[in-house]
């Protein structure tokens, strides 16, 4: 069952991306999107704007943000809206470059009280457009779902933001697949704007909510990947590199156990990661890329919302944003083949 000559990369000579457009818009998301949950000083900016400025730099052109981001630390609120809004500010950038954020998140106190309600979703995207520093966000993320809502509550508010002209696109984040396509029925037969992408946990290693105690969070399974695949709609993939799992385990950092990574620490996963490592040896492509260029060799695209802290994680990652592998091995590294 070794690698063998089952192994081939598919190099692709121009930036992986899918075109998202509606009557009025239209843009093309990236094979890697940069996350900023980690963007959590409002002190910080020379290294936030290096790290902004590289992404650019390497090819990048989508930057992912949310309400909620940093504001489970003391004095984090605003802190990765307001560096992304200060950045584009700086830099003169605002009309070439994607922004996505996230609103109608729960208190963090209450995960269970829902926010979808129109004043907490009007609340979240002004105070976002006011921290970023614009008049509108390309894509709107509604950060989380309550099933007990019906959807002909929640797409007429949305369908507000983008008939407004503050958000061009809609998403879904932590929704399910059934969810998505029953608010998409429902803005088709009303003439309203539909969820264009989503944002789910995924990634190579294997999670679902007990992996994250975190039960509203919706992970990819067979049955979404069914849906997303049939109906090839794209997908923002978060956490994509497993907390680090993949690099931090293929080095031998037992370590990582203790930390976030060991979330990911089931037999399936080692059995995965031993996979990753192996072909990591047969083509020099490192354990924190391989996972990145398994989310781009999927049947319907996929762009990795990863996280970087230093200049040299961004560059290795960016070098997956062409890396695309050949069926097979995408099953070798599932542990399938």
């Not at 818009?25 to 409002?42: D, H, M, S, V, W």
């Not at 902004?52 to 309400?67: F, K, M, N, Q």
């Not at 700086?90 to 009309?95: A, K, L, N, V």
Request: aromatic content about 12%; some cysteine; hydrophobic content about 35%.
């Amino acid at each position: 069952r070794g690698l063998g000559d089952v192994y081939k990369r598919q190099k692709v000579f121009s930036v992986f991306s899918f075109e998202i457009k509606n009557s009025r818009y239209a843009i093309k998301l990236p094979a890697l999107t940069l996350g900023t949950a980690n963007f959590e000083r409002q002190d910080n900016d020379e290294a936030y704007f290096r790290l902004l400025d590289r992404y650019i730099e390497l090819g990048g052109s989508c930057i992912d943000t949310a309400r909620v981001y940093c504001s489970w630390l003391e004095g984090g609120m605003d802190s990765s809206e307001s560096v992304i809004g200060r950045w584009l500010r700086s830099r003169g950038c605002r009309d070439k470059v994607i922004i996505s954020t996230k609103g109608g998140h729960p208190q963090l106190d209450d995960m269970s009280s829902s926010r979808l309600d129109p004043e907490s979703l009007r609340c979240d995207l002004n105070r976002s457009l006011d921290c970023l520093g614009t008049d509108y966000a390309d894509i709107y993320f509604l950060h989380r779902d309550d099933e007990r809502i019906p959807v002909s509550e929640i797409m007429p508010i949305l369908n507000e933001f983008v008939q407004s002209g503050k958000v061009h696109f809609i998403g879904a984040s932590n929704w399910t697949t059934n969810r998505i396509e029953a608010a998409n029925q429902y803005a088709e037969a009303h003439g309203m704007e539909p969820f264009r992408v989503s944002q789910i946990n995924y990634s190579l290693a294997h999670s679902s909510t007990d992996t994250f105690g975190d039960p509203t969070l919706v992970c990819m399974n067979m049955w979404e990947y069914n849906w997303y695949r049939k109906h090839n709609f794209p997908v923002m993939a978060f956490t994509p590199q497993a907390k680090g799992f993949f690099a931090k385990f293929a080095k031998g950092d037992l370590s990582a156990a203790k930390l976030p990574e060991g979330q990911f620490t089931s037999t399936a996963n080692l059995a995965r990661l031993a996979r990753v490592k192996e072909l990591s040896i047969k083509t020099g492509d490192s354990p924190a890329v391989v996972p990145l260029g398994y989310l781009n060799s999927q049947p319907f695209f996929v762009s990795s919302v990863f996280a970087v802290s230093k200049l040299w994680q961004l560059e290795e990652d960016m070098s997956a944003q062409d890396l695309r592998y050949d069926v097979r091995t995408v099953a070798f590294l599932e542990n399938i083949l």
